[in-house]
């Protein structure tokens, strides 16, 4: 069965606390890993995709790569405004399956 | 570029009744699908839409329906409201069907059964 899984649930860092955020997948056939950032009481907001083992992505302090099996969301220096959960997905067929998230708190 | 829309943003409904909620896609969008968030949970597939016809449906019953119109606009339907139906619902459009591309969110409904 297609799987999706996030650890840790939640993890709390103080500002400018390097950190990494896991996502690892069953899912055959890899058709991208997507990561989004969902802030309380709104909608994920899309990040980045990953296609293929090795690839990187960076956008201001966070960094996602992805290895066969898995995912990463490195976030460096982070700030206060990056606390919000992230959530990894995958496609199968034509839906996405999604993790729980990563709770992500930054303290000032 | 105007991003999804969904209304209302909050609801309550008493159980047995029935609600739609609607969602205005991204401008370019073509497929919109549907997801169902419980409290601390990942979204969850309950079905997409594409060429206003559905285009695959994730574990839920049929009282879960659903529409898409030829400004690929679309609506949720539940029926027999439960309990358990209470979640966010959210929206969210892309450029194909095929899971090749971003879902773009829209905000969400707060459904709350009582």
């Known amino acids: 069965e297609d799987q999706v899984t996030q650890s840790p649930e939640a993890l709390r860092l103080q500002e400018g606390e390097s950190s990494s955020l896991n996502c690892s997948y069953t899912v055959s056939g890899l058709r991208g890993l997507f990561w989004y950032r969902q802030d309380p009481g709104k909608g994920p907001e899309f990040l980045f995709t990953?296609?293929?083992a090795g690839e990187e992505k960076e956008k201001e302090r966070l960094k996602a790569t992805l290895t066969k099996k898995e995912s990463f969301l490195h976030i460096t220096a982070p700030k206060p405004e990056d606390s919000a959960t992230y959530l990894c997905?995958?496609?199968?067929?034509?839906?996405?399956?999604f993790g729980t998230g990563t709770s992500l708190t930054v303290i000032p | 570029e105007t991003g999804v829309t969904q209304s209302p943003t909050h609801l309550i409904k008493t159980r047995g009744q029935q609600v739609t909620l609607r969602c205005s896609s991204q401008?370019?969008?073509?497929?919109v699908s549907w997801y169902q968030q419980a409290l601390g949970q990942g979204p969850q597939f309950i079905f997409q839409y594409y060429r206003e016809e559905e285009n695959g449906r994730g574990n839920f019953p049929p009282r879960f329906s659903g529409l898409q119109f030829p400004n690929y606009s679309s609506e949720l339907n539940v029926n027999a409201l439960e309990l358990d139906d209470s979640a966010l619902y959210l929206c969210a459009s892309s450029f194909s069907p095929l899971g090749d591309s971003p879902l773009h969110f829209g905000n969400g409904t707060r459904l709350t059964v009582t």
């Open positions: 401008s370019g969008h073509n497929t």
């Open positions: 997905a995958v496609p199968a067929g034509n839906q996405f399956y």
């Open positions: 990953l296609y293929s």
